[in-house]
């Protein structure tokens, strides 16, 4: 089967850099992808890796790594507007449906 | 262009009502998917339909029932609804190319089940 493991909360400092992981066993692998998710919203796509190393989008970037199943959402410069929950996604073996992660809630202080 | 749309944006229901969520897309989408997320939790998936003219279950099926009634429509229906049906119900349309995959998700039905 597969499964998705990530933590559950972050805390972090406005301004500051924050890393949020992603470990996740699939038996077919067809990329890993991140969404962001505001209290009271709905999800919305963040980033996308097929292959291995960084992708860069303004302040966020996402890695992965297939041979250690592992990637993780790199936030910079943090604005009090990150303060989400974010949420790692892998298709299954039949790459017809996507499995999520529980998501990790970041908290922002100023 | 409106993207993924949901009707109705909240319901209350009492024990053993029936009722359809509706949702359309209007990116030309094959693939459209119902997810339910409860409080401080990720999302699960219900139903989803990788094209027009088939469905599949996702990992919590029970209790739910979906058409996809063309390739822009794909409904949700709870036949006798429980309290333990009480959530946010998102629907998504999912583009997949080589060098992306997106899943883009309506605003979601937040459903109450007295």
């Known amino acids: 089967g597969q499964s998705l493991e990530q933590p559950s909360e972050v805390t972090a400092v406005e301004g500051a850099i924050v890393q949020i992981n992603c470990t996740y066993q699939?038996?077919?692998?067809?990329?890993l992808s991140w969404y962001q998710q505001h209290d009271g919203g709905a999800p919305t796509f963040l980033s996308y890796?097929?292959?291995?190393g960084l992708e860069e989008t303004g302040r966020f970037s996402s890695f992965l790594s297939r041979s250690d199943s592992y990637g993780y959402l790199l936030l910079q410069e943090l604005q009090m507007k990150d303060s989400a929950s974010y949420f790692c996604?892998?298709?299954?073996?039949?790459?017809?449906?996507?499995?999520f992660g529980s998501g990790t809630r970041l908290s922002i202080r100023p | 262009n409106a993207g993924v749309t949901q009707t109705p944006k909240f319901q209350v229901l009492k024990t053993g009502q029936s009722m359809t969520l509706q949702c359309a897309q209007d990116m030309n989408h094959n693939s459209m998917y119902w997810y339910r997320q409860d409080p401080g939790m990720g999302l699960r998936l219900i139903y989803y339909s990788a094209s027009e003219g088939t469905t599949d279950k996702g990992e919590v099926p029970n209790g739910y029932n979906v058409s996809r009634l063309n390739k822009r429509e794909f409904s949700l229906r709870l036949e006798s609804a429980a309290p333990s049906q009480t959530s946010v119900y998102f629907c998504a349309s999912s583009a997949r190319t080589r060098s992306t995959d997106t899943q883009y998700f309506g605003p979601g039905t937040r459903l109450t089940v007295l």
């Open positions: 996604a892998v298709r299954d073996q039949s790459a017809s449906k996507i499995i």
């Open positions: 699939t038996s077919g692998f067809y990329g």
């Open positions: 890796n097929a292959l291995d």
